[in-house]
C-alpha cells in the first residue's frame, strides 16, 4: 500500500513535471520569438542609426564646407572693409583739409566783409554828416531867402500877395477842411449903415457855410494885435458884411516872425496866429484852440 501510494505520487510528480517541461518550453519558444523579434529590431535599428550617421556624415561634411565658403567670405568681408576703412580715413583727411580750407577762405571773406562795412558804415556817417549840413544849410539859405523875401516884401507892401496870400489856401484847407469858393485879397468895402466909413480887408476867404478873415502885419505891435482882437469881438465885420451874418467866423492874425507873447495874446482871445514855421509858413497855435474846452 505504502508503494503504491509512492507510485501514484511519483506518477503524479512526472505528470507534474512533464507540464512545467511543456511551459519551459512554450516559455522558451516565445522567448526565441521575442529574442527573433528583438534582433529583427535591432537590426532594423542598426540600419537606421547606419542612416543616420551616413545623414549626419553628409550634413557635417555639407556644414563644413558651408563654414569654409563663410569663413573665406569673412575674411574677404574683414579685407574689404579694411579698404574701405582706409580709403574712408582718407578721404576724412582730405575732407578735413578741404574744411579747413573752406573756414580759412569763409574767415578771410568775414574779414573782408566786415572791414568793407566798416568803410562803408564810416562813409554813410560822413554822408549823414554832409547831408545834414547840406540840409541845414539849405534850411539856413530859405529861412534867409524867406526874410529877405519877406523884407522886400513888406518894404514894396506886398506881403500880403506875395507871402500871406499864397501860404491860405492849403492852410485853411490842411486845418478848417475848407473849399474856397471865393478868395479875396485887399478887398475894401463900405459899412452897410455909415457909408462914410470905408475899411480894407486883407483877405477874406468863403467856403460854404465859413468865411474866414486874416488880417496881416509886418511888424506884429501889440497895438495893432489889440485893435484887430477889439475888431473881432465887437461884430463889426458883419456890419460890412451883412451878407454873411449866420456863417461860421474865424479870424487869423498873419506875419513872418510872431512873437511868443502875441501868439498867447491871440490863443487867450480865440484868434489863430499864423507865422514862419521853419521855412513854410503855417498856423503855430491851432491845437491851443481848437482843442481846448469851450
Not at 17 to 44: C, G, P
Not at 237 to 259: D, H, Q, R, V, W
Request: net charge negative; charged share 40%.
Amino acid at each position: 500500500m505504502a508503494i503504491r501510494e509512492k507510485v501514484d505520487r511519483l506518477e503524479e510528480a512526472l505528470i507534474e513535471l512533464a507540464k512545467s517541461q511543456e511551459r519551459v518550453d512554450r516559455a522558451i519558444e516565445r522567448m526565441s520569438v521575442k529574442v527573433e523579434q528583438t534582433s529583427e529590431e535591432v537590426n532594423r535599428l542598426s540600419k537606421e542609426m547606419d542612416k543616420f550617421k551616413e545623414w549626419s556624415r553628409r550634413q557635417i561634411e555639407e556644414n563644413r564646407k558651408g563654414m569654409e565658403e563663410f569663413r573665406k567670405s569673412m575674411e574677404e568681408y574683414k579685407e574689404w572693409s579694411k579698404r574701405q576703412i582706409e580709403e574712408n580715413r582718407k578721404g576724412m583727411e582730405e575732407y578735413k583739409e578741404w574744411s579747413k580750407r573752406q573756414i580759412e577762405e569763409l574767415r578771410r571773406g568775414i574779414e573782408e566783409n566786415r572791414k568793407n562795412m566798416e568803410e562803408f558804415r564810416k562813409s554813410m556817417e560822413e554822408y549823414k554828416e554832409w547831408s545834414k549840413r547840406q540840409i541845414e544849410e539849405l534850411r539856413n539859405m530859405t529861412k534867409r531867402m524867406n526874410k529877405q523875401w519877406g523884407e522886400l516884401a513888406n518894404k514894396l507892401g506886398t506881403l500880403v500877395e506875395d507871402i500871406i496870400a499864397p501860404a491860405l489856401p492849403d492852410i485853411v484847407k490842411k486845418y478848417f477842411n475848407c473849399d474856397i469858393d471865393d478868395f479875396m485879397i485887399r478887398r475894401k468895402k463900405k459899412h452897410s449903415k455909415d457909408r462914410s466909413k470905408v475899411r480894407e480887408f486883407d483877405v477874406i476867404i468863403l467856403c460854404n457855410d465859413t468865411v474866414i478873415l486874416d488880417e496881416t502885419k509886418s511888424t506884429p505891435r501889440y497895438e495893432y494885435v489889440k485893435e484887430f482882437i477889439e475888431f473881432v469881438k465887437s461884430g463889426e465885420f458883419f456890419e460890412y458884411f451883412p451878407e454873411y451874418i449866420g456863417k461860421k467866423f474865424i479870424a487869423i492874425f498873419s506875419t513872418l516872425n510872431m512873437p511868443k507873447d502875441i501868439i498867447e495874446y491871440l490863443t487867450k482871445s480865440g484868434i489863430y496866429a499864423m507865422g514862419m514855421k521853419g521855412d513854410y509858413m503855417d498856423i503855430l497855435n491851432y491845437h491851443e484852440i481848437s482843442d481846448s474846452p469851450e
